[in-house]
C-alpha cells in the first residue's frame, strides 16, 4: 500500500508567492494547506485553487491549525510580519518539524525602497526565525529568489535555480525534495544558516534587475551539472 504524501502547509499562502507554491505544488499532486490569519480568506484561496487545478486536494485553514498538519511547514510572509507570525506559531509547532522560511527584510516593509535591504540583529530573517521558533524545531532559509508572479502563471515553464540554507544536511535535503516536485525549479545547496543574509539579499538585487528589463528573471549557477547534499 503505497503511503499518502503528507500536506504542504503554506503560512501566508494568500499571497502571491505562497499562492504561487500552493498552486505547483497542487498541480505537481501534493496535497496543499493555504494558511492564513482568517480562515475564512484561506478557505476563498483554496477555492481560487481549485478552480485552476480541478481536482486538486487543497484546504484553507488559519495559520496556526495549518502548521501543526506536517513536518515541514513553509513560511511566506512579509518581513513585517514574521516576528508577530513566529511568535503566535511558537504555540503550536513542535520538536522535529522544520519551518521553511522566505522572508526578505526588504526596507519595503516599512516605508523604504524594495530594492534596499534591512540589517537585522541576527544577520538575516532566517537566523531570526531559527532564533524564535521552538527548541527542536529547524529552519531552512529557501524560496527567497523565486517570483510569485511566475508561480502563479501555470502557463509558464520555470527554469531556474533556488539556494536552500540550513545548518544540518539531511534536514536541507528534505526540503530540496520538496522544492524539486516543482517542475523546473533545482533546489542547491547554498551552505549553513548564515549564509541566509547573502541569499537575501539577492531578492532586492533581482527586484532591481527586474524593474529595469520589465521581466521577471531568476538565477541560475552555471558549470553545476549535479548539485551535492
Do not use: Y
Not at 11 to 27: D, E, K, M, Q, V
Not at 42 to 51: D, F, I
Not at 125 to 145: K, N, R, Y
Not at 181 to 197: F, K, S, W
Amino acid at each position: 500500500m503505497t503511503e499518502q504524501p503528507q500536506p504542504v502547509p503554506i503560512i501566508g499562502g494568500t499571497g502571491s508567492l505562497g499562492f504561487g507554491l500552493a498552486l505547483r505544488w497542487a498541480a505537481a499532486g501534493l496535497p496543499v494547506i493555504i494558511g492564513s490569519r482568517s480562515a475564512e480568506r484561506a478557505r476563498e484561496s483554496a477555492g481560487k485553487l481549485r478552480e485552476k487545478v480541478p481536482g486538486a486536494n487543497v484546504e484553507g485553514l488559519e495559520n496556526g491549525e495549518a502548521a501543526t498538519r506536517a513536518d515541514i511547514v513553509v513560511m511566506t510572509v512579509p518581513f513585517r510580519n514574521q516576528s508577530e507570525n513566529l511568535t503566535n506559531l511558537r504555540e503550536v509547532l513542535r520538536e522535529g518539524q522544520i519551518l521553511v522560511d522566505a522572508t526578505v527584510p526588504l526596507a519595503a516593509a516599512v516605508s523604504g525602497k524594495a530594492t534596499r535591504l534591512l540589517g537585522v540583529p541576527q544577520g538575516s530573517a532566517a537566523e531570526q526565525a531559527q532564533e524564535m521558533v521552538p527548541d527542536g524545531v529547524s529552519v531552512i532559509g529557501a524560496l527567497h529568489t523565486v517570483s510569485g508572479a511566475k508561480l502563479c502563471d501555470l502557463g509558464h515553464t520555470l527554469d531556474e535555480d533556488v539556494p536552500v540554507v540550513g545548518d544540518r544536511r539531511e534536514t536541507k535535503k528534505r526540503v530540496a525534495d520538496l522544492i524539486a516536485r516543482i517542475d523546473g525549479l533545482r533546489p542547491i545547496n547554498a551552505g549553513l544558516l548564515e549564509t541566509a543574509r547573502l541569499v537575501e539579499g539577492l531578492t532586492p538585487l533581482l527586484i532591481s534587475v527586474n524593474s529595469r528589463h520589465k521581466t521577471h528573471a531568476g538565477i541560475r549557477f552555471t558549470e553545476l551539472p549535479e548539485p551535492k547534499w
